[in-house]
């Protein structure tokens, strides 16, 4: 059973950056990739980026590309998510996911308790 607890969310004003931390414990063969999510109120949780272990091959959304950048230090087990030109529209609770690195909620299994980023215009 992996564990898997997020960090860096909070309050940031349009154009400003955070950056996501997600600390795995316990991991896995299984997981072998992983993956942000975010969820708006009152919408779907949505793909945001992710990378895999072995290799470090990424995929993000669409809107997020060119201010966000996923990266990951095995060594620590840890991933993060680099948010720069932040938008109001960035605003949500996001969630880290281990699982086969893809893009799809499916393809993850364990996921963490999610952190809240709020961009204020």
């Known amino acids: 059973q992996e564990h898997l607890v997020e960090s860096g969310g909070g309050l940031v004003q349009a154009g400003g950056s955070l950056r996501l931390s997600c600390v795995v414990s316990?991991?896995?063969?299984?997981?072998?990739?992983m993956g942000w999510f975010r969820q708006a109120p009152g919408k779907e949780r949505e793909f945001v980026a992710s990378v895999t272990w072995i290799g470090g091959s990424t995929a993000y959304l669409d809107s997020v590309k060119g201010r966000f950048t996923i990266s990951r230090d095995n060594a620590k087990n840890t991933v993060y998510l680099q948010m720069t030109n932040l938008k109001p529209e960035d605003t949500a609770v996001y969630y880290c996911a281990a699982g086969t690195g893809g893009t799809a909620r499916v393809q993850y299994i364990y996921w963490g308790q999610g952190t809240q980023v709020t961009v204020s215009s």
């Open positions: 316990g991991r896995t063969f299984i997981n072998q990739g």
